[in-house]
């Protein structure tokens, strides 16, 4: 299959180029200062042919390795920058490099790979070098990486009958066109392992066609084939991606629903309907000192509804559901994982460490501890600039709207909330993503200070940094709305000052949550909407066009040249962006998952929110991957590795936050307390009025007070629960203050153990192993001992027949049928330690 | 090593009896009804020679398999019963069996086993059959087994350096009285793998002298030795019990401080002391109707104090210590079982399942559905039985105490405490034990109505439902005294009556934990004795007995008489009673681990019982292993199984029963209330006089106030926080009432979610796979690569030679040193996805 194209094979058009080694030949000299931070890459082709068995250093054991391209030329990843600054020595060394360079092809020559060169000798610009890995070097690695082989036996994969037969069928038939149309690898003759020799040509026009278009958006991806071309890690990412995308579908649907109940009943919502109702005439206390006016509660009536669409009881199913949600997604992926390690012949793989490039720098560094220092200062400089960020924003905020509400414009009077929320929130966005730039930045220069062992542990540490510092970012805004805000504002005659001049702000009169969910809605699309675009399409395309532009300026006719002279595949390719890594992949879906499940309390629409972005996503990844990157490395790997801790993390701590927001941010408790202890009928009628205190409005401090007109009134209200002023503690929390902390507390306590007992039943429901998985395994593991067994008969009957001619046959009693009945009547193993009564 | 002994041998003196076969010869004919039970066990030698490869049934493999013994002689578990039954068939059959029998032994012998029958043939009793497992058995069956053998190079294992190396070498010698005096293995040099086939004769000898005494009870276990001769499951269990054991001493020891806080405490404890006060002149309601008088306070000064022991703040320290303590333990033990298996070589070893003998009776019963109707309803049963006696309890505690308080004699009068406690605790102990036992036999008999396909689904089934019954069996009194009793007495003037007739009943003045504290040490402390003495060592003595009588019946004198002329070591060992599995062990010492766990907060001496009862237990239990039962087939495994999922159940289970007991049972909450909400001094003083609430006599329904004298009082006091008579509204709840309750709850959440992270970062820092460990498998692996590519460079070499014969040399350039610097400037696999732009 395929037609013999110009640069994907040998010039002998039978050889197919496996890998493309670059060389820069170059007159500028231009030494960089950092080369010491990236020691030279070792060659570490697994075994080399010539393995000297004495030096242990040698004997490293790579990890890498293609899923079918078992020539494992690793040569560190991601050097692109580092060895564009290490040739750069100048002239002196060029000779030297010279030989060097004939050494190193020399070496991989030993190793048993083949080689074709330019055939012209170019003095400037890069010249390529063509691998070819043959069959016997491909046998030698795979067998270091006990790639498993078929044998000739292949059996059937059992189908299903009856009831569940025909279902699964109907499921199949129902699913087709959301298959991707590519020739489907027969499941139900399944060998026992795959170990495919050929590249397919054809993958990398399939996977474009397929999957890397936004018209496929509804299909499944076709994640083997991604696995085959790219390797298991960046496969592994698909198949999370789209297992998760998938799953946000049923939350999705939910959490319109709930979105729908909020809308259908805010109509017949009593607390908003007493809100709304003018006739009630709840004077309200001002919301500054002096400027501002006595107010009115009916004229907050369209947030009081908005407010009823997030904050109703549907919403407590729903941060119920979503916590199942979590489990099961967790649970759910633990199967993929184990199906795709089994169909990917992975099950067999354990995980080798790679030594890192700053192995040899350990000793430079000497003591680790001043690293370990900074990295510790460093992060918690970090989290007080974001903490500092957020009261910047609430000072900001403050400020503003005192300013605004003493202004004597009256329009700019009646636009303070809007016009305050909606700046704020802006601003807040653009700090959010220039942090997060730097601070993954920043991650990259911490770990790097750390030094540690192995590429592993450089990427956990690395991906743990960031993952904490860029969440912080995203989330500290958001905590403070849902947490803190308006919880020390004080009450009217004792508010909290800050700078001795501003009042603490207050939530809006409809509750905190209508201002976290706004909050939540814009971060998060926002975020989503920017990143994808600017920073996933732009960015790239940015680098792109600085690299042409960089090559260009050392020798643009030259390769101009060459490169109408010849189009070959390999030119062409490099001129794409080098991959670096899955971790920005990861990073932004996880900050994802945390906004549809850490909030998800105030907030229903995030899944689908995170649906649509997810959807476009995949299709914009497929894009970037088959089509703007060259194609990476690819790396054998079992699982995400620390992301799913990130993961089950985010999980556990989604329960106790949206435990919180249920009981303490909405208004859900007051309500249920109102209802069942204090209503007279047993209705929320006359929730709003038990709700607001009173304030004698001659007990404000001399100063504070409404300037604008003597009022008519003797108390005004305030939303708290506190004895009136007519008590004997007055302005002292009220019972029904305790009555209601009591059962808001009670509540985090029973939603923690249920979601908590819920999560541990959906983790034993779903069993690890899928049963069909199992079955096979089990069917794999006799089939081995028959194979095994047939051998170790002939090799016996050989022995015997070579015997017999010796001795004499003894004549074994010859017993046709197996001897299904037990005649023994006990037995047991020979007991020594019995010798001691013996005696 | 070891003289040869009469009956550890085959006559010729050097073949050593590995098994023994038991048949009966019996005149009697007793057909047992049960047999369709179980069914005819299968000849379970892995390879048997003769295997035919087209019958996949035949080709079952099993898991069983002695550490040494490799000779998998499998004829099913816990057959004795069965087959006893199965040969039992009467004279008809007689010669039908003997052809069988021949058949069966016709079979061991074609596996390649070597046997040796008795020499005079005995019409009646039981003969002997010794098997003896030749080397070429063991390889195969081993082979099979995939375990292990040593190749001839070994490695060093590193010594520590420095400090560290000093600091162990001390650990070492500290440690040396405390080791079994038992000839070490070479620890510094470590073979590859081990592989024994020896027998080590003077094993069993040793184990006696050095384990199974109680002399021995400082000594650390020689686990090792152990694994050798009864198999790794015993083996892990042993190993389980020292680290269990060795855990408990710091706890104990913690427990022991906590207990001594209080003790020097207990003077300057200002609560109690203003409870013995006697001019502070509380008069309290009568505890019971009409029959009580009013009390004061300061006669129950005892339990004040008393209750002090257990109830400080020094007893949250010590809960919040223990469950950290319980996550320690399970990792610790995850640490320790890697280090077993990576020593035991099990790291390879996967799960095979083998199939129970009741498969063959699936059929049988049709639908399983009948099976778990039964099971499910039983258990609920069962979990009623246990409710329903522990109501009972109460029942007899309510009408004991009310009968007692209306007898005129003064005398039964003051004892009614002391009688009720003690004859109640008493009775419940019995029921407790007698339960434990039916619940035992009621868990294996549904287990037998679910048909579990596998041996290892059938335990794990059993051990679930047996724990869940004994578990609720065991805690129900102790769940009830913690968080129920006294809590729905209702106040004077309005009790709660059960039966129209019988207040129910409160606690004690001094507050319910001192209650829950007599309840959990008796019911521990006595189920551990006369579980231990009674059970473990009383039971097992009569079921020898009762065995031995049965032989008797059978031929008396023909036995006595082949005892003293053979006194073989098989036919003492036939006197032993059969091992019945761990599950009892285990049962035990979980049951024990929740005392440790869940209730600690009450009982802070739980630790150091469990440690005492621990000590003796682990002798206690080798004594038994060693001398008074039949050695175990030793049974290869990993872990233990569902033990650890039910051990870390009950550590999550436990966080937040110790939260509950310590902000709902004791009375810690109330005080830090007290002191920091409502005390004028900020001291504690005062506190006693604001947990009692007052009661206006006069407000007594008629009939219950009294009769004994006319009160010279008008109001009396009761322990709550409800508002006073001449309250507007009087006997409600008062305002500390509800925020004593948010405290509480606060309390259990702050506590809940603190453990859990430290748990968390326990179990983070805790890495499963200990460092030397992790390295030493690493070397491993290497050493392997190493051996492996040797290998592959002389077939290289030799091919290489043979080919230079037909083509001449190419001559590859010789490189003496590696290539240590990179030289490219970039690479990158073979993009194929990018001819779509090329066309």
Redesign the interface.
Known sequence: NGTV?P??FFSDGRR?????????HCRQTSLKGSAHHHP????NVI?N???P?AD?V??A?GQRG?GD?EVC?D??VG??SV??E??LEGDPAEGE?VL?????E??L??AGLEMERDTEIRVYG?SFT?LHAPWSVLS?EAE?LKIKVPTNKSYRVREERGLSGTLSEFWRKMNQPFQPSIPQLDHSTKHLAHFSSQ?N?T???L??DEWARYGAFYKYQPVDLIRK?FGEKIGLYFAWLGLYTQLLIPASIVGVFVFCYGCNTVDTNIPSQEMCDEHQNFTMCPLCDRACDYWQLSSECGTARTSHLFDNPATVFFAIFMSVWVAMFLEQWKRRQITLNHSWDLTGLED??VETHTLLFIYHYGDRLPGYLINISSILFMFGLTFSLVFGMIVYRIVLSTVMAMSPDPQTKSNVRVTVTATAVTINLVVILILDEIYGAVAVWLTELEIPRTERDFEERLILKAFLLKFVNAYAPIFYVAFFKGRFAGRPGDYVYVFNDYRMEECAPGGCLIELCIQLSIIMVGKQLIQNNMFEIGIPKLKKLIRAFKDKGISLEEREGQLTRH?Q??N???T?V?FDGLTPEYMEMIIQFGFVSLFVASFPLAPLFALINNVIEIRLDAKKF??EL?????VRTKDIGIWYNILSGMG?FSV?INAFVISFTSGFIPRMVYQYMYSPTGTMHGFVDHSLSYFNISHFPSGTAPTSKAPNITFCRYRDYREPPWSAEAYQF??AY??V??AR??F??LF??LV?FLG?LVAWMISDVPKDISEQL?RE??ML??V???E??EK?HLVQTLFSKNHPSEG??E?SQ?????????????????????R
Chains 1, 2 share one sequence.
């Open positions: 194209r640069g994907q197919k180029v496996d890998y493309v080694l670059v060389f820069h030279p890459h070792r060659l075994s042919g010539s393995f068995p242990p040698g004997g054991v293609g391209r030329v040569l560190g050097v692109d060895v564009e290490a040739y490099k060097i360079r004939e050494e190193f020399a070496r020559l030993e890069p063509r030698r270091f590249h040509i993958e990398g026009l996977l474009h071309y080798e460490e189009p595949q390999w062409l390719d490099y794409l080098p088959v089509t060259r194609r990476p490395d690819s556990k106790i009220s019972k305790w009555a902390l009591a507390l009670a985090v306590i923690q153990n908590m541990l089990k593991k006799k001992v028959d095994f067994l047939r170790e008969k016996l074994h009693p017993t197996y001897c299904g009945r037990c005649v023994v009547a006990e037995y047991f193993p020979a007991d020594l330690s019995q010798t001691v009564d013996v």
